[in-house]
C-alpha cells in the first residue's frame, strides 16, 4: 500500500525541503518508487534541491486545474530512476489549489508510488493544511530551539484534528526529527537537548539530524545529501531515518561533540 | 474584582474571537464587571467608542477603561481611565490566530471526550498548543501536558498528569474553591476564579515541581505535592 507522508514543522526554515528531499533519496536508494511533492506554491525551493530546477514544465496547479496530465509534470530524478519529483508552481499563488483537486493528485500519484512524500509550506494556512490533509504519516520537522519546538506543538495538534484521517476518526502516524542539530551548542546548553524537546512534543524520534557544512554544499550543487556525501554524518542520519519509516527498528543516536585528545583528558573543563 | 479584557488590533478580528469564546462560554461574563485594558491598541484605530458600544451589546458590562489614548473621542463615557491596577485583575483568554471570516472550529480534543462522570471532562492526550480547551460545568483532567501556548478553562479544579506550560484557568463560573493541580509547573499563566498569577511571579523554587494552586481570599497559594 502506498504510504503519504507529509514533511513538515509551522516555523519556516527549519529543514523540511531539505529532508524532503534527502528522505525520498534515502527511500529510493533503498529501493522503494519515490514521489517528493512540493506544496510550497508560490515559494517553490524542491526542485532546486533536487537539481531539476531547469526541467520544470508543468507543475502541481496544472495537473490540479487539470491543465496538464500527471505524467507531463512528473519529473525523474537523472540519478535515480525510482524517484521523481512534481514541482510546485512558483508564479501561482496558494489560492490555486483546491482540496478536490488536490485529492485526486494524491489519488493518482498512489496508484503509482511506494510513497508520496509532500513538502510543506511553513506556516498554519491553507498550504500547509493542503499539503497534511490527505497523510498517513508525518514527519515533524524541529530544530532544538523553543519557538520551533513550540510551533511544532501546534503543527501536532492540527495533524491530530485537521487530517482527513483525523476527521475519520483514524490516528495519524507522527514522528520527530531534530534538524540543525548543534551538539556543541547543547553541551553548552544554547540549544534545547533531545530530551527536553520530546518531552515537550511526546511523539516518537525518527532521528537527528547534525548542522553540517555538508547540507549546505548538498543544495547548492542540487542534490539531495544522501546522494552528494553518502557518508557525512547528516546522510547517514537521513538513511537511518528512511530505514525507520520503513518500519526497521534502529537505535537512535546522539550526536556528540568530536572532541580532541587534550579536551578529552580534561573533560568540559577545557573551552 | 473585575475581569479585564485586553483588545488587541484589528478589533474585527478579535471580536470574532470573542464571539467564538462566548459562544463556548455562554455564562462566562454574566453580568461580572469588566474592565477594558485599551492599552494594546494603536493611537490610530478607528471609532474605539463604537467598539465599546458593541461589548455592550453583547451583554458585557463595562466600568473603566485603561490605557486609551487622548485621542480617542467618546470614551470617557466609559467610566474614568483607572489608574494602574495594584492588584492583576481577572484575565480573558482569547484564543490566538483566529482565521479570517469566523470563529475558529476548535482543534479537538475539545468537548467530545466522553466524561467520566456528569460534571467532569476527561481528556486522553496533550493539549497542544493554539489549542483550547472550556469546560464550564466542573473539573478537567487532562493525561498529558498542557502545551506552551495552549490553554485550559474549567468550571471546576484543573488536574494535569503532565506539565503545564501554557495556562490554567479554574473556576471558571466564579467558584473560588477550584484549585489546580500538576505534576510539572511550568506554567505560562494560572488563574482561579479570576485571581491570576503570570510566570514571572510565581516562586521560583516551585517551577519544574509538582504543584497545587489554591485561593485565599483574593491572593493565590502554590505548594509542592511532592
Ligand atoms: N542539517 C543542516 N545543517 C546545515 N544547514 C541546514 C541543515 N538543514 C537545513 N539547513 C539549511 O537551512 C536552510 C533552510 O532549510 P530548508 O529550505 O530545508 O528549510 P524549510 O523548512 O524547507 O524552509 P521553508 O519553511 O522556507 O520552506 C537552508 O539554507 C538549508 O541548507
Ligand atoms: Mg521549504
Same mark, same amino acid.
Given at each position: 500500500?502506498?504510504?503519504?507522508?507529509?514533511?513538515?514543522?509551522?516555523?519556516?526554515?527549519?529543514?523540511?525541503?531539505?529532508?524532503?528531499?534527502?528522505?525520498?533519496?534515502?527511500?529510493?536508494?533503498?529501493?522503494?518508487?519515490?514521489? =517528493?511533492? *512540493?506544496?510550497?506554491?508560490?515559494?517553490?525551493?524542491?526542485?532546486?534541491?533536487?537539481?531539476?530546477?531547469?526541467?520544470?514544465?508543468?507543475?502541481?496547479?496544472?495537473?490540479?486545474?487539470?491543465?496538464?496530465?500527471?505524467?507531463?509534470?512528473?519529473?525523474?530524478?537523472?540519478?535515480?530512476?525510482?524517484?521523481?519529483?512534481?514541482?510546485?508552481?512558483?508564479?501561482?499563488?496558494?489560492?490555486?489549489?483546491? !482540496?478536490?483537486?488536490?485529492?485526486? =493528485?494524491?489519488?493518482?500519484?498512489?496508484?503509482?508510488?511506494?510513497?508520496?512524500?509532500?513538502?510543506?509550506?511553513?506556516?498554519?494556512?491553507?498550504?500547509?493544511?493542503?499539503?497534511?490533509?490527505?497523510? *498517513?504519516?508525518? &514527519?515533524?520537522?524541529?530544530?532544538?530551539?523553543?519557538?520551533?519546538?513550540?510551533?511544532?506543538?501546534?503543527?501536532?495538534?492540527?495533524?491530530?484534528?485537521?487530517? @482527513?484521517?483525523?476527521?475519520?476518526?483514524?490516528?495519524?502516524?507522527?514522528?520527530?526529527?531534530?534538524?540543525?542539530?548543534?551538539?556543541?551548542?547543547?553541551?553548552?546548553?544554547?540549544?534545547?537537548?533531545?530530551?527536553? &524537546?520530546?518531552?515537550?512534543?511526546?511523539?516518537?524520534?525518527?532521528?537527528?539530524?547534525?548542522?553540517?557544512?555538508?547540507?549546505?554544499?548538498?543544495?547548492?550543487?542540487?542534490?539531495?545529501?544522501?546522494?552528494?556525501?553518502?557518508?557525512?554524518?547528516?546522510?547517514?542520519?537521513?538513511?537511518?531515518?528512511?530505514?525507520?519509516?520503513?518500519?526497521?527498528?534502529?537505535?537512535?543516536?546522539?550526536?556528540?561533540?568530536?572532541?580532541?585528545?587534550?579536551?578529552?583528558?580534561?573533560?568540559?573543563?577545557?573551552? | 474584582?473585575?475581569?479585564?479584557?485586553?483588545?488587541? @488590533?484589528?478589533? $474585527?478580528?478579535?471580536?470574532?474571537?470573542?464571539?467564538?469564546? /462566548?459562544?463556548?462560554?455562554?455564562?462566562?461574563?454574566?453580568?461580572? !464587571?469588566?474592565?477594558?485594558?485599551?492599552?494594546?491598541?494603536?493611537?490610530?484605530?478607528?471609532?474605539?467608542?463604537?467598539?465599546?458600544?458593541?461589548?455592550?451589546?453583547?451583554?458585557?458590562?463595562?466600568?473603566?477603561?485603561?490605557?486609551?489614548? !487622548?485621542?480617542?473621542?467618546?470614551?470617557?463615557?466609559?467610566?474614568?481611565?483607572?489608574?494602574?491596577?495594584?492588584?492583576?485583575?481577572?484575565?480573558?483568554?482569547? $484564543?490566538?490566530?483566529?482565521?479570517?471570516?469566523?470563529?475558529?472550529?476548535?482543534?479537538?480534543?475539545? /468537548?467530545?471526550?466522553?466524561?467520566?462522570? !456528569?460534571?467532569?471532562?476527561?481528556?486522553?492526550?496533550?493539549?497542544?498548543?493554539?489549542?483550547?480547551? =472550556?469546560?464550564?460545568?466542573?473539573?478537567?483532567?487532562?493525561?498529558?501536558?498542557?502545551?506552551?501556548?495552549?490553554?485550559? /478553562?474549567?468550571?471546576?479544579?484543573?488536574?494535569?498528569?503532565?506539565?503545564?506550560?501554557?495556562?490554567?484557568?479554574?473556576?471558571?463560573?466564579?467558584?473560588?474553591?477550584?484549585?489546580?493541580?500538576?505534576?510539572?509547573?511550568?506554567?505560562?499563566?494560572?488563574?482561579?476564579?479570576?485571581?491570576?498569577?503570570?510566570? *514571572?511571579? /510565581?516562586?521560583?523554587?516551585?517551577?519544574?515541581?509538582?504543584?497545587?494552586?489554591?485561593?485565599?481570599?483574593?491572593?493565590?497559594?502554590?505548594?509542592?505535592?511532592?
Amino acid at each position: 500500500m502506498a504510504k503519504v507522508l507529509v514533511v513538515t514543522s509551522g516555523k519556516g526554515g527549519v529543514g523540511k525541503t531539505t529532508s524532503t528531499a534527502a528522505l525520498g533519496a534515502a527511500l529510493a536508494q533503498n529501493g522503494a518508487s519515490v514521489v =517528493v511533492v *512540493d506544496f510550497d506554491v508560490g515559494l517553490r525551493n524542491l526542485d532546486l534541491v533536487m537539481g531539476a530546477e531547469r526541467r520544470v514544465v508543468y507543475d502541481l496547479i496544472n495537473v490540479v486545474q487539470g491543465d496538464a496530465k500527471l505524467a507531463q509534470a512528473l519529473i525523474r530524478d537523472k540519478r535515480l530512476e525510482n524517484l521523481s519529483l512534481l514541482p510546485a508552481s512558483q508564479t501561482r499563488d496558494k489560492d490555486a489549489l483546491t !482540496p478536490e483537486g488536490v485529492e485526486r =493528485v494524491i489519488g493518482e500519484l498512489k496508484e503509482k508510488f511506494d510513497w508520496v512524500i509532500c513538502d510543506s509550506p511553513a506556516g498554519i494556512e491553507k498550504g500547509a493544511m493542503l499539503a497534511m490533509r490527505h497523510a *498517513d504519516v508525518a &514527519v515533524v520537522v524541529t530544530n532544538p530551539e523553543v519557538s520551533s519546538v513550540r510551533d511544532s506543538d501546534r503543527i501536532i495538534g492540527m495533524l491530530d484534528s485537521k487530517t @482527513a484521517k483525523a476527521e475519520r476518526g483514524e490516528r495519524i502516524e507522527k514522528h520527530l526529527l531534530l534538524t540543525r542539530y548543534d551538539p556543541g551548542r547543547a553541551a553548552r546548553g544554547e540549544m534545547l537537548n533531545v530530551d527536553d &524537546v520530546l518531552e515537550i512534543l511526546s511523539i516518537p524520534l525518527l532521528g537527528i539530524v547534525p548542522e553540517s557544512d555538508e547540507v549546505l554544499k548538498a543544495s547548492n550543487v542540487g542534490s539531495p545529501v544522501t546522494l552528494s556525501s553518502p557518508t557525512g554524518a547528516a546522510a547517514r542520519a537521513y538513511f537511518d531515518a528512511a530505514k525507520r519509516l520503513a518500519g526497521e527498528k534502529i537505535e537512535v543516536v546522539v550526536p556528540m561533540e568530536r572532541k580532541g585528545f587534550i579536551s578529552r583528558l580534561f573533560g568540559r573543563r577545557v573551552a | 474584582m473585575a475581569l479585564v479584557l485586553a483588545p488587541e @488590533a484589528p478589533l $474585527p478580528n478579535w471580536l470574532a474571537a470573542l464571539d467564538a469564546q /462566548m459562544a463556548r462560554a455562554p455564562t462566562f461574563f454574566d453580568g461580572r !464587571p469588566v474592565l477594558a485594558d485599551l492599552g494594546a491598541l494603536p493611537v490610530g484605530t478607528p471609532d474605539v467608542a463604537g467598539f465599546l458600544s458593541g461589548l455592550e451589546e453583547r451583554g458585557i458590562r463595562i466600568i473603566g477603561t485603561e490605557g486609551a489614548h !487622548p485621542s480617542w473621542q467618546g470614551v470617557e463615557r466609559w467610566g474614568r481611565p483607572f489608574p494602574a491596577a495594584g492588584k492583576p485583575g481577572r484575565p480573558i483568554a482569547i $484564543p490566538e490566530n483566529v482565521p479570517k471570516g469566523g470563529p475558529p472550529k476548535p482543534e479537538s480534543p475539545t /468537548m467530545h471526550s466522553a466524561p467520566v462522570e !456528569p460534571g467532569s471532562l476527561l481528556i486522553d492526550q496533550p493539549i497542544r498548543s493554539g489549542q483550547s480547551v =472550556v469546560f464550564e460545568k466542573g473539573d478537567v483532567t487532562v493525561m498529558g501536558s498542557i502545551g506552551s501556548g495552549a490553554e485550559v /478553562m474549567a468550571g471546576g479544579s484543573i488536574h494535569v498528569y503532565g506539565a503545564i506550560r501554557g495556562r490554567a484557568i479554574a473556576g471558571l463560573a466564579g467558584n473560588p474553591k477550584a484549585r489546580i493541580f500538576c505534576r510539572k509547573l511550568q506554567a505560562e499563566l494560572l488563574a482561579i476564579d479570576g485571581v491570576y498569577q503570570t510566570a *514571572d511571579d /510565581m516562586p521560583g523554587t516551585l517551577i519544574g515541581r509538582a504543584v497545587q494552586a489554591w485561593l485565599e481570599g483574593e491572593q493565590m497559594k502554590m505548594a509542592a505535592l511532592d
